[in-house]
């Protein structure tokens, strides 16, 4: 029972480069969501996809572009990273595009750009 | 002014004592209100959902106030393995648009001693 997984759990950019971060849930969730965390903040959303072959602007998607890839995958790609992004992401996923429904969440990425 | 807000704590609490926090929302038309609880380095994880009515879940008892814009957590009988990071989670409103959306507060620390 793997949940949601993300890979990598650990990347270190230099300012400029690029990188994708992946995820997937084997729960057969509709709904998928990327966040960001910083020190002192609660977690804030970049980019959703409330279901298959939809993805929205969340709270903060500056600098970061999604793909739905399918049902399971849905990958955050930063084109050129900022120290600004320096951050611990989580993708969370839920079974259904609504507020009472639970949101469960990978382990996280922790990027430092430098 | 932050949507969600709550006291960074750390809240230093003897093993088999009770801790209650608050926090508090600014958007009046959130209408899904949760606690996750979050380990160090760890992703968050829900661990209720609070209903208007209040409710419980072993030791630990929510409460929501819609009147006054807060929801609080009590830990009865304190246990070791209680100390973590408490984050409020509160959905942005009843549109089809913000019904998955979710604001997170920053988290209340508590630690149990021994």
């Known amino acids: 029972n793997a949940g949601v997984t993300q890979t990598p759990k650990f990347q270190v950019l230099k300012t400029g480069q690029s990188m994708t971060l992946q995820c997937a849930q084997d729960?057969?969730?509709?709904?998928m969501y990327w966040y960001r965390q910083d020190p002192g903040m609660g977690l804030r959303l970049i980019y959703y996809?409330?279901?298959?072959?939809?993805?929205d602007k969340g709270e903060v998607p500056n600098g970061y572009n999604v793909s739905r890839l399918n049902k399971r995958e849905f990958s955050l790609r930063l084109e050129s990273a900022a120290p600004s992004q320096t951050s611990v992401y989580f993708c969370?996923?839920?079974?259904?595009?609504?507020?009472?429904?639970?949101?469960?969440f990978g382990p996280g990425t922790r990027l430092l750009v430098l | 002014r932050k949507e969600v807000e709550q006291d960074p704590g750390p809240f230093n609490v003897p093993e088999g004592a009770t801790v209650a926090f608050n926090c508090t929302y600014s958007?009046?038309?959130?209408?899904?209100f949760f606690w996750y609880r979050q380990d160090c380095r760890k992703e968050p994880k829900l661990l209720m959902s609070?209903?208007?009515s209040g409710n419980e879940d072993g030791r630990f008892t929510a409460q929501l106030n819609r009147a006054s814009q807060y929801i609080s957590l009590l830990i009865r009988d304190s246990k070791l393995s209680d100390s973590a990071t408490y984050l409020c989670?509160?959905?942005?409103?009843?549109?089809?648009?913000?019904?998955?959306?979710?604001?997170f507060g920053a988290g209340t620390q508590v630690v149990v001693t021994p």
């Open positions: 996809s409330a279901s298959e072959g939809t993805t």
């Open positions: 958007n009046s038309a959130s209408q899904s």
């Open positions: 989670v509160v959905n942005r409103g009843a549109t089809t648009d913000s019904w998955g959306k979710l604001q």
């Open positions: 729960m057969n969730h509709n709904s």
């Open positions: 609070v209903y208007s």
């Open positions: 969370a996923s839920s079974e259904q595009w609504r507020g009472a429904e639970t949101q469960y």
